[in-house]
C-alpha cells in the first residue's frame, strides 16, 4: 500500500503541475483511442513502472474537468477539503446500508440530511438519503409521489392512468423515470415556459385540470431549481399552490442549482422550498464536491420507510431502523458520498458554502456584463443563473465549440432554447476568479482570429 500511495503521490502531483501550464488536456479522437493509449488486458500482470507509465498516459490525456479551461459541463474544479473526504471514503470502504458495516459513518450522514432539512424550514419528520445522481434521486421522488398516491402499487403494481408534469426545459431524467415506475413516458406533460425558461404555472393549471377531466390522475409536479441550459428557478410558490389545490406531490430536481439554499443572497430562488414535499441537491455541481454527492430530502421520512423500505434478516441484524439507511435508500450496499461532504462543510462553515455559491454567481455577473458590452456577442442569457448562453460573431455554437474542442483550447458546451442555439458557458467552478473569466473570452477570440475562415455564420 505505502508504494502504491507514492505512485498516487508522483501522478496527482505531475498531473497538477502539468495542468497549470496545459488547462485542457490533449484531444484524442475516440475512433483512435485504442491506438493512442496501452488499454488492453493481458493474461499476466506489468510491473508497477510499466503501470505508472500507463496510468500517466491515460490520466495526462483524459478531460481536465477541475482547470480554468473546463465551462462544459455542470461540474467543475476542486475543493480540496471534499476531496480528503472522498479519498478517506475510498479508504475505508464502508458500506452505507448499515450501521453494523458504517458506523459512524451512518451518523457523519444523518448529520448531513438533518442539517439541510433544518435550513430548508422542515421539523423532526423530515429525513432524506443519498444516491448515485441527480437522476436517481428524481426518481426516488417520483416513486414516492406514486406511492403516496396509492400504496397498493407497492404489491400490485400500476392499475391507473397516472400523470406527471415538468418544465419542457427540465432534465431529461423525467420521461426516462416515468419509464422505470411504470407510469409510461406517454403520460408525462411537458409544459411551456415563460421567455425565462421557467414553467408556466397557468399552463400546468389548466393542463391537470384538463387531464383530471379525461380520467387521469395527476401525481406528481416537478419543478427545476437550476434548468440545465439557462439555468432558470421555476417559481416554487405558484407551483406549491396548484399542487397544494390538486393534492399532487411537489418534487423540486434541484441538483444544478438547489445550493443556493445554502446562501442567503441567492436563497429566493428557491423561496417556497419549505412547502415541497422533496427536494434534491447534488453538492458535485455547485458546492463543488467530487462525482457523486446527490441528496435527496423529504418533508416526511414515511414516505422513503413505505417506498424502499424491505426487511432482510442476513442484513438488518442490529440497531434500529434509524442507523440501518438501506431501508430508506433505492440501493442496498453503497459507497459513502456523505463523508466528502461533511468534511468540506465541516472545514469551512455554512458560511463557506454559502460563499462558494455566491463565488459562482459573481463569475456569472461577470462574464454575463462583458457579453452585453461587446458587440461581437449575441446574448441569450437569463440574469440570477451562472449559465452564460450567447453567440460571437454569428458563429454556429455547435461548430465554435468543436472546434475548441478538437483544438484543446476550451471544454464549452452548447444549449437550445426555443429557436436559438448557443454557446452555454457554466461558471460552477468557484475556484477561479475574474481573469479566468476573462481569458476565456480571450482564448475564444483569438482562436476565431485564427481559423476565421473555417467557421460558417
Not at 448515485?132 to 397498493?152: E, I, K, V, W
Not at 430536481?253 to 419549505?274: K, M, N, T, W
Not at 427536494?279 to 416526511?300: E, Q, R
Not at 461577470?366 to 458587440?375: F, K, M, N, Q, S
Request: with cysteine.
Amino acid at each position: 500500500m505505502e508504494q502504491t500511495l507514492e505512485v498516487f503521490d508522483r501522478l496527482v502531483r505531475e498531473l497538477l503541475a502539468d495542468e497549470a501550464k496545459n488547462p485542457v488536456a490533449e484531444h484524442i479522437p475516440s475512433a483512435t483511442v485504442y491506438e493512442r493509449l496501452d488499454l488492453k488486458l493481458q493474461k499476466d500482470g506489468i510491473s508497477t513502472t510499466e503501470l505508472e507509465a500507463a496510468l500517466k498516459d491515460l490520466i495526462f490525456t483524459s478531460p481536465r474537468t477541475a482547470t480554468t479551461g473546463f465551462f462544459n459541463q455542470l461540474f467543475g474544479g476542486r475543493q480540496d477539503k471534499a476531496i480528503l473526504g472522498d479519498l478517506l471514503s475510498v479508504i475505508l470502504n464502508n458500506s452505507m446500508a448499515t450501521y453494523k458495516a458504517a458506523g459512524p459513518q451512518i451518523a457523519v450522514e444523518k448529520t448531513l440530511l438533518r442539517q439541510v432539512c433544518d435550513i430548508i424550514g422542515w421539523g423532526e419528520d423530515a429525513d432524506g438519503t443519498l444516491a448515485p445522481g441527480g437522476s436517481m434521486t428524481n426518481f426516488m421522488g417520483m416513486l414516492m409521489a406514486r406511492d403516496a398516491f396509492n400504496q397498493n402499487i407497492r404489491f400490485e403494481g400500476v392499475q391507473q392512468k397516472m400523470t406527471v408534469y415538468t418544465s419542457i426545459e427540465s432534465h431529461y431524467s423525467t420521461p426516462k423515470n416515468a419509464a422505470f415506475s411504470g407510469i409510461g413516458r406517454d403520460n408525462v406533460r411537458m409544459i411551456a415556459t415563460d421567455d425565462q425558461g421557467r414553467m408556466d404555472p397557468e399552463v400546468l393549471r389548466k393542463t391537470i385540470q384538463e387531464d383530471v377531466a379525461n380520467g387521469f390522475h395527476p401525481i406528481l409536479i416537478n419543478c427545476t431549481a437550476g434548468t440545465t441550459v439557462l439555468g432558470a428557478f421555476d417559481n416554487l410558490v405558484e407551483a406549491s399552490a396548484i399542487a397544494k389545490e390538486f393534492n399532487i406531490w411537489l418534487h423540486v430536481d434541484g441538483a444544478y442549482g438547489g445550493s443556493v439554499l445554502f446562501s442567503d443572497q441567492y436563497r429566493h430562488l428557491i423561496d417556497g422550498v419549505e412547502n415541497v414535499d422533496s427536494f434534491t441537491i447534488n453538492a458535485h455541481k455547485m458546492l463543488g464536491t467530487p462525482l457523486s454527492c446527490s441528496l435527496i430530502v423529504v418533508k416526511d421520512k414515511k414516505n422513503l420507510h413505505n417506498s424502499f423500505s424491505n426487511d432482510a434478516s442476513y442484513l438488518y441484524q442490529t440497531d434500529h431502523d434509524g442507523f440501518n439507511p438501506g431501508k430508506t435508500s433505492i440501493q442496498c450496499g453503497r459507497r459513502n458520498d456523505a463523508l466528502k461532504l461533511w468534511v468540506l462543510w465541516k472545514s469551512v462553515g455554512t458560511n463557506g458554502l454559502a460563499a462558494i455559491v455566491n463565488k459562482q454567481f459573481e463569475l456569472a455577473d461577470t462574464a454575463r456584463d462583458y457579453v452585453r458590452r461587446h458587440p461581437d456577442y449575441s446574448d441569450y442569457s437569463v440574469d440570477d443563473t451562472v449559465a452564460i448562453c450567447f453567440n460571437y460573431k454569428g458563429i454556429l455554437a455547435t461548430e465554435l465549440c468543436t472546434a475548441l474542442y478538437e483544438h484543446s483550447e476550451l471544454l464549452v458546451g452548447y444549449g437550445s432554447f426555443r429557436d436559438d442555439t448557443f454557446i452555454r458557458l457554466v461558471t460552477i467552478n468557484a475556484t477561479n476568479d475574474t481573469d479566468d473569466i476573462l481569458n476565456f473570452f480571450k482564448t475564444l477570440e483569438t482562436f476565431v482570429a485564427e481559423n476565421d475562415v473555417v467557421f460558417k455564420k
